[in-house]
């Protein structure tokens, strides 16, 4: 089991609200990447998020946005939420600049919008 | 658009039996990686491959990753029913950020 925790574990929302999901990196990481899981697919990338800016991104609308503070730990904003956003959200924590590069992903937030 | 296509996507194979599955990319990276999900789980990361012709092994499960042919194989030898799972392969494309194929879900029969 890794270090990496998220929050909440299930949330159900209406579309058209804004949702926030939370993750803390594992210790010694810099780097935290999102990324949304649908039904039956594999993780597609959101953002990655290094030293408090966003550093790269993948094709998301801007109404997927996010936060990295200073303790490295990450939000994850998606405003007016459509019945698509239905996924698993999975952040990963990693050292840049690491030898041996690695990610380590949490357990997921279950997001449901109806 | 960097592609990563595993096959095959389903696969269903008797106790002890060897099977292989395979990622192809589309494009140059230094970093390939194997993924395990369980359902309603997280991704159990099995594998880091690094350099043309790295072949890595743990249990059953063996790795391997040819950058030129830009290929990449996961083989299970003698499969348990505990080997059941979704697998993915991922491909990193630049600066750490990784793209995912679409998985293989393997189902063992005892």
């Known amino acids: 089991e890794t270090g990496v925790t998220q929050s909440p574990t299930h949330l159900i929302k209406t579309r058209g609200q804004q949702v926030t999901l939370r993750c803390s990196s594992q210790?010694?990481?810099?780097?935290v990447s999102w990324y949304q899981q649908a039904l039956g697919q594999g993780p597609q990338f959101i953002f990655q998020y290094y030293r408090e800016e966003e550093n790269g991104r993948g094709n998301f609308p801007p109404r997927f946005s996010g936060l990295q503070f200073p303790n490295y730990s990450s939000e994850l904003n998606v405003n007016a939420l459509e019945l698509d956003d239905s996924a698993l959200y999975l952040c990963?924590?990693?050292?840049?600049?690491?030898?041996?590069?690695?990610?380590?992903f949490g357990p997921g937030t279950r997001l449901t919008v109806t | 658009e960097l592609k990563v296509e595993q096959n095959p996507l389903f696969l269903s194979m008797q106790e002890g039996k060897n099977y292989t599955i395979y990622c192809n990319y589309s494009?140059?990276?230094?970093?390939l990686y194997w993924y395990r999900q369980d359902p309603g789980k997280s991704l159990e990361s099995l594998f880091v491959?690094?350099?043309?012709?790295a072949v890595k092994q743990e249990g059953r499960l063996m790795a391997s990753l040819d950058t030129k042919a830009r290929l990449s194989t996961l083989h299970i030898t003698a499969a348990v029913h505990d080997l059941s799972a979704t697998y993915f392969c991922a491909v990193d494309i630049l600066d750490d950020k990784i793209i995912f194929g679409k998985g293989t879900r393997l189902h063992i029969l005892p």
């Open positions: 990963a924590s990693s050292r840049k600049g690491a030898l041996y590069y690695e990610q380590y």
């Open positions: 494009t140059t990276s230094d970093r």
């Open positions: 210790s010694g990481h810099n780097t």
């Open positions: 491959l690094l350099s043309n012709g």
